[in-house]
């Protein structure tokens, strides 16, 4: 049976289930749920109103056996950016989705009832509306426990802590990993949405799935077959991201000067070595933690970890270079525990871990706290945003509006959202990327780290302006595409670097729905999805100023190569010639 | 002449992080690579001297700091 819209409006508590029509059929992931933002959400609208929808989506080869396809992507507008969003997440619900034949599932309207926080269980045909006031005031651990406790093992389970019910910023939606541990649709204030909408969680019931058709079973098999061996002989997703997880990027960044320091200050710290990916994988090798450790069924890379203290005690996982960099170089905690400990503190809370940890780093500077204070850090995280004090309100607003309130100018934000990891001045094809997608500063977005600095796909010279711009539309058009099949973005280290694997990628969609496309279709399904995002950006009021980088980029200069942001608006707005 | 190298990641691995070392005049990075057997390891990822990105061919001076990593990757 051919996949279906499963649509629930929350206003009068009722659901239909449509057919696809014929022009969303060919999308999934991303390309589906930015189809959809852009069709039916007036860009106008606020985000927390009754105008905005959350739109779930599996890519394209979710619920396959195809290796690491378990992406499921989330749209909206988002209240961080005031533009189009989409977070996709690994966990469990892209594969239960597409096994239970959801293409989509839309979720519009507000409840009459204020006080009443609702969990949608969505099962084949159906979705029902559980009042949940047992659940209101919990944050995701216990969430998850109780749905553990009342359904199989298997169902997915995507939920908001206390934060998202209070609709900040930072607020993020979870979701159970194979581990029972969380991943997060981590960026844009999604949590925020999902709260305005009163919904505490949504679970999706495994029992009723069959595994999803395969038109060409034959073909599929073979091109899996060559698309995984490209992930497993590609050095950097078959060994390093494995051995030292992401994290691996603080010493090459701190080396290459482009590790963001106390603030954007500086592109080297001190005690990067610390904080380091060879210091975690010591770690954990000593403490009997895992190094590896996959977010979603199927991962072949298993980039993930669990981190433990030194009692061996779980501290976290999914602990990720741009989480450890911002509470690390960025606020300047040197003791990874603790930073590990404020990672595991943040997935239960359900919190942006990149934009709570940025605007933490951004608090020094507002003199709310120490540079290096991890236990003050810990409180105000702990403590004051999910209570909901004046200043863990003014923190959970994020990065932006915290600098707004203390008359700052430094503010390492591009359309309201926090810059991660990768200093734009010295990684200058990141810095473009971070300028013009359309989701605010998102290193995934266009990652061209990886050519300024990794020599994946070749080398442009990070510290010049030649060819960043071009680089990084060619990542952002390919990342669209990518992002729209339920594959993870790392898939992107070997299709750079391997001319097998992207052939294989399109060649298993080909199988999985019958149809031919070929490399210049999927490029040209990237590009009409980033326009279609930079269409609806533009109605809901962001213009070319949106593109830019902070300002202060452009005159203070960055140690230790002393360099500044120095593209023009104009040669910034050539990105979107094409 | 006087070079720091530091290694990185899987380079680690029975060697060393970070040594003060001596070479000759017009020793290149390759050879240094070639010394260490880094490639017998893993192909080479990044080569950075002070900071920037250099090719193998690359002639070290005196006070250099090279350093050198594996095929890795994040985000």
């Known amino acids: 049976m051919a996949d279906l819209i499963y649509r629930v409006n929350m206003s009068n508590l009722s659901f239909k289930i449509e057919e696809v029509p014929a022009h969303w059929m060919g999308l999934g992931g991303r390309g589906l749920t930015s189809t959809i933002v852009a069709e039916e959400v007036d860009p106008e609208c606020h985000p927390l109103g009754p105008n905005n929808k959350m739109v779930f989506a599996p890519g394209l080869l979710s619920g396959t056996s195809a290796s690491n396809s378990g992406r499921n992507s989330l749209g909206a507008k988002s209240p961080l950016t005031g533009g189009i969003k989409e977070s996709n997440v690994g966990g469990t619900s892209a594969g239960i989705f597409s096994k239970l034949g959801v293409k989509a599932l839309i979720i519009e309207g507000l409840p009459q009832d204020k006080e009443t926080f609702y969990q949608l269980h969505v099962t084949k045909n159906r979705v029902e509306f559980i009042p949940v006031p047992e659940l209101v005031g919990l944050d995701n651990y216990a969430v998850l426990d109780a749905m553990m406790a009342k359904y199989d093992k298997k169902v997915a389970v995507m939920s908001i802590g206390r934060i998202g019910e209070m609709r900040m910023n930072i607020a993020n939606v979870s979701v159970k990993d194979p581990g029972g541990k969380l991943r997060s649709h981590g960026r844009g204030g999604l949590g925020a949405v999902m709260g305005s909408k009163k919904i505490k969680c949504i679970t999706v019931d495994a029992a009723d799935y069959k595994e999803v058709t395969i038109v060409d079973p034959e073909k599929f098999k073979e091109a899996s077959k060559i698309f995984t061996k490209a992930l497993q002989e590609n050095p950097i997703s078959g060994q390093g991201l494995p051995a030292f997880g992401t994290n691996v990027l603080v010493n090459i960044l701190n080396e290459a000067g482009g590790l963001p320091t106390h603030n954007f200050r500086e592109g080297r710290w001190e005690h990067a070595e610390k904080i380091s990916g060879e210091t975690m994988a010591e770690n954990i090798k000593a403490r009997g933690g895992k190094t590896t450790h996959g977010c979603h069924a199927g991962c072949v890379i298993q980039c993930s970890q669990v981190y433990n203290d030194k009692e061996g005690k779980f501290l976290t996982s999914g602990f990720e270079y741009e989480t450890i960099w911002a509470l690390g170089a960025h606020l300047g905690i040197q003791d990874l525990d603790l930073i590990a400990k404020i990672d595991g503190l943040m997935d239960d809370l359900g919190v942006d871990s990149i934009e709570t940890s940025v605007a933490m780093g951004l608090a020094v500077d507002a003199g709310i706290l120490a540079y290096g204070d991890g236990q003050k850090a810990y409180e105000l995280i702990s403590h004051d945003i999910p209570t909901g004090t004046p200043i863990g309100r003014i923190l959970g607003a994020g990065t932006h509006i915290l600098g707004k309130m203390y008359g700052l100018v430094r503010v390492p934000t591009v359309k309201g959202q926090g810059i991660p990891a990768y200093e734009p001045r010295a990684v200058k094809g990141q810095g473009i990327t971070y300028a013009t997608t359309p989701m605010g500063a998102d290193h995934t977005a266009g990652y061209a780290v990886a050519t300024n600095i990794l020599n994946s796909g070749g080398h442009i010279d990070p510290l010049k302006k030649e060819g960043q711009v071009e680089l990084a539309r060619n990542l952002q058009i390919a990342s669209a595409a990518v992002d729209s099949t339920g594959m993870c973005i790392f898939v992107a280290f070997a299709a750079l670097d391997d001319a097998k694997c992207l052939p294989a990628l399109i060649d298993m969609i080909n199988a999985r729905f019958g149809c031919a496309l070929t490399i210049d279709d999927v490029m040209n399904l990237g590009k009409t999805i980033l326009k279609t995002e930079h269409e609806f950006n533009i109605k809901a009021g962001l213009g070319k100023a949106d593109d830019r980088l902070p300002e202060f980029m452009k005159y203070e200069t960055l140690p230790p190569h002393n360099v500044i942001w120095d593209f023009t608006g104009e040669e910034i707005d050539a990105f979107w010639n094409f | ?75």
């Open chain 2, 1 to 75: 002449m006087h070079v720091l190298v530091k290694l990185f990641a899987q380079y680690r691995e029975g060697r060393f992080k970070v040594e003060q070392k001596e070479y000759q005049e017009g020793t290149t990075a390759q050879m240094i690579i070639d010394t260490l057997e880094l490639e017998r390891v893993s192909p080479l990822g990044v080569l950075m001297v002070n900071g920037r990105h250099v090719a193998p061919s690359y002639r070290l001076q005196e006070g250099d700091e090279i350093a050198l990593f594996p095929k890795v990757g994040g985000g």
